[in-house]
């Protein structure tokens, strides 16, 4: 049972245009989000986050969007570089795991490529 | 401030024997958790380490233990290596009360 979702496995962007990925979640104790970027050999490289008492967070070119009822959320990376070429993940975590930290739900990635 | 180290980088073993991997949180961070990356299952959660107790566990078999020492520094340990068990393992630290994990490198772990 896959509880966190990433339903596109790659997205292509033009340099400048804006980057939108998507993830959806099952299980609706899932309290905070989180996105990561890797790259191939490395570790994931935290981004940005959400608590499910926002519905959106803005961190320079990133922006996550939260919605709650749709039990959806999405990254936007405004505007793309060919430098966040890369797999994103999201995760979740939350009391739906039994505790509330040190675990970490995620979604099966998203091959993000920018071309110049 | 120093991020996650985690040695070896690579490691070549053969179908039976056993593996230990090490990690070294960030400064300050107690809680250290493991992930286990492959092609077809993506990343999981293997278990998380709080003041040297297992505080959360996955769906692994009890071939995969781990342990955390006072220092907050923790190793993960696979007994009876199966060809399947080739995979990056990945340790992440976090600070008391957070959810934000930072990643180490990683482990590249090939089973022969």
């Known amino acids: 049972d896959q509880q966190v979702k990433q339903n596109s496995p790659s997205l292509s962007v033009q340099e400048g245009r804006i980057s939108i990925l998507n993830c959806d979640y099952t299980?609706?104790?899932?309290?905070?989000f989180l996105w990561y970027k890797k790259y191939p050999a490395e570790g994931p490289t935290f981004l940005i986050s959400i608590s499910s008492i926002k519905d959106k967070n803005e961190d320079g070119r990133f922006t996550v969007f939260l919605n709650k009822s749709a039990k959806h959320l999405s990254l936007h990376i405004v505007p793309s570089q060919p430098g966040d070429s890369a797999v994103y993940f999201c995760a979740a975590s939350g009391v739906a795991g039994g505790t509330s930290y040190g675990k970490l739900t995620f979604g099966q990635g998203t091959i993000l490529t920018v071309h110049p | 401030k120093a991020g996650v180290t985690q040695t070896p980088r690579y490691l070549i073993k053969t179908r039976g024997q056993q593996v230990t991997l090490s990690c070294s949180p960030i400064?300050?961070?107690?809680?250290v958790s493991w992930y286990q990356q492959t092609p077809g299952q993506g990343l999981q959660f293997l278990f998380e380490y709080f003041s040297e107790t297992q505080r959360n566990k996955g769906n692994f078999p009890g071939r995969f233990s781990g342990r955390q020492f006072s220092n907050s520094r923790s190793e993960m340990n696979v007994s009876t290596l199966e060809l399947g068990d080739s995979a990056l393992y990945l340790c992440?630290?976090?600070?008391?009360?957070?959810?934000?994990?930072?990643f180490g490198p990683g482990t590249r772990l090939t089973v022969l």
């Open positions: 299980n609706s104790m899932f309290d905070y």
């Open positions: 400064s300050g961070h107690r809680s």
């Open positions: 992440a630290s976090s600070l008391p009360g957070q959810y934000t994990q930072y």
